[in-house]
């Protein structure tokens, strides 16, 4: 698969890492050619330095790897070597005191579609460290890593769910792209329990077993418990 890669940073950086083991033609782009040729070269492999506009033009899939704020202003830029493209958004809209920039408005995900009608936008990769992404692979306790995937178009939903498989994690259908802003909110409380108070957020949640209440089999066993 060929893949642009816009941004030069942290995430652009663990994510094309895999990719380019996985066997992936991938373009490293930013406005700043030492930056994207030193990562370029850094990930070795089959990545090649570009300018922004290359980078897009060059690939199926584009992963937006840009700061929230600056993600759809690029991708107003570039929105004729977008159009038709995977747009992969991997941001999180969190400003100061873990607060979600984009409350009471359209996701960053959506806004990046507006910039970019004719691109198929689709959120996933935004949950977690970009250690955790650096990892090969990300698994825990023996189970690989979930990343949930929100977009509204079939075969770019394809292409996103293998690109999760090459990092060494299992994709999970998170819905049409209008739910992607409970990801980028998941992502605010998360941050907000891990960096913030020390929690592990992990602990918030039952094992799926309990998801919708005490298992039936503890109910016939009469260890539920009654509300």
């Known amino acids: 698969m060929r893949i642009g890669v816009l941004g030069t940073g942290n ?28 990562l370029a070269t850094r990930i ?21 790897a840009l700061p929230f704020g600056a993600g759809a202003d690029v991708a107003r830029e570039l929105h004729t070597a977008l159009e038709g493209k995977v747009l992969l958004d991997c941001s999180n809209p969190v400003g100061p005191g873990f607060r979600l920039l984009t409350q009471g408005g359209p996701s960053a ?3 990046l579609a507006a910039a970019v009608p004719g691109a198929h936008v689709v ?35 394809v292409r996103v769910r293998e690109l999760v498989r090459d990092v060494g994690c299992d994709p999970v259908a998170g819905g049409g792209l209008e739910r992607a802003g409970l990801l980028e909110a ?42």
């Open 11 to 38: 995430m652009a950086d663990a994510l094309a890492t895999h990719w380019v083991r996985a066997g992936h033609d991938v373009t490293i782009g930013g406005r700043d050619a030492r930056k994207a040729e030193r």
């Open 44 to 64: 070795n492999g089959s990545a090649t330095p570009a300018s922004l506009r290359a980078a897009a033009e060059s690939g199926e899939v584009v992963l937006a």
């Open 109 to 111: 995900a959506q806004l």
């Open 123 to 157: 959120k996933a990769f935004n949950l977690c460290h970009q250690d955790v992404w650096r990892m090969r692979p990300p698994v825990f306790d023996g189970r690989p890593l979930a990343v949930p995937v929100c977009g509204d178009d079939e075969r770019a939903l």
């Open 186 to 227: 998941t992502a605010a409380l998360f941050i907000a329990l891990w960096v913030g108070e020390g929690a592990d957020a992990q602990a918030i949640a039952p094992p799926l077993a309990y998801a919708a209440g005490p298992s039936r089999q503890e109910a016939k066993g009469g260890t539920a418990v009654l509300r």
